[in-house]
């Protein structure tokens, strides 16, 4: 049973072009971190959120975190062929010591 | 954040040999690293927490004595793959978790294996 699901799985998309990928669960998380995933390369962390309800900006990237932390979003405005990637959402389930969950992933295509 | 490392990058090995992949901090003293198991197109999905100074703890479904985990330093943890088989070939990723929990995780590289 896959914990973390996020959707959609792939997404491709023009240069110019917004998008939003959801990441959900039926558990409660201390904490959930948003990683993009370059092929051949380990994931990069973006963002950390721990706060039910906290949004955080990273240029182009704004990520939400749920009021009740079981799910969390991630909206790119304008994006770039440089945005292309795997898209990895992951958390530490509330109760279970510093293990960190993965989401199924959402792989991101950014075509000029 | 923490800067890690891997070595080697990708390895091709033939089945029934062992093959041992290096994870570094080169900037943090990492009490506790953690690796990873990816295949194509897939997640990430933990295999063992590597504990250092002490025995690593496992996932559910990992055979200890196939992916002999060693934290002997607080800057280096190795996956030795013992035995490999063409199933095992996979993208194996490590990282070190940093703060009071860990809840943030700095991931090496990666190490592409082939077992012919």
């Known amino acids: 049973t896959q914990l973390l699901e996020q959707s959609p799985q792939f997404l491709s998309i023009q240069e110019g072009e917004n998008l939003t990928v959801y990441c959900n669960s039926s558990s409660v998380f201390s904490s959930l971190q948003w990683y993009r995933q370059e092929p051949g390369e380990g994931p990069v962390l973006l963002v950390t959120v721990v706060t039910g309800g906290e949004v955080k900006k990273l240029k182009r990237l704004t990520f939400q975190f749920g009021d009740a932390r079981k799910d969390s979003s991630l909206h790119i405005t304008a994006a770039q062929p440089g945005d292309t990637g795997l898209y990895l959402c992951a958390g530490i389930i509330t109760g279970t010591a510093s293990k960190l969950t993965f989401g199924t992933g959402t792989r991101l295509q950014v075509t000029l | 954040g923490a800067v890690v490392s891997q070595h080697p990058s990708w390895v091709i090995c033939k089945s029934g040999t062992s093959v041992k992949i290096e994870c570094r901090s080169l900037?943090?003293?990492?009490?506790?690293m953690f690796w990873y198991r990816q295949f194509p197109k897939q997640s990430l999905m933990l295999m063992a927490t590597?504990?250092?100074?002490?025995?690593?703890?496992?996932e559910q479904g990992v055979e200890k004595d196939k992916f002999l985990i060693n934290h002997a330093s607080l800057t280096l943890s190795t996956l030795t793959v013992t035995s490999a088989h063409p199933e095992d070939s996979s993208f194996y990723i490590c990282?070190?978790?940093?703060?009071?929990?860990?809840?943030?995780?700095?991931f090496g590289p990666g190490t592409r294996l082939t077992v012919t």
């Open positions: 990282s070190v978790g940093v703060g009071s929990h860990y809840y943030e995780q700095y």
């Open positions: 590597s504990n250092e100074g002490s025995k690593a703890t496992y």
């Open positions: 900037d943090f003293q990492a009490t506790t």
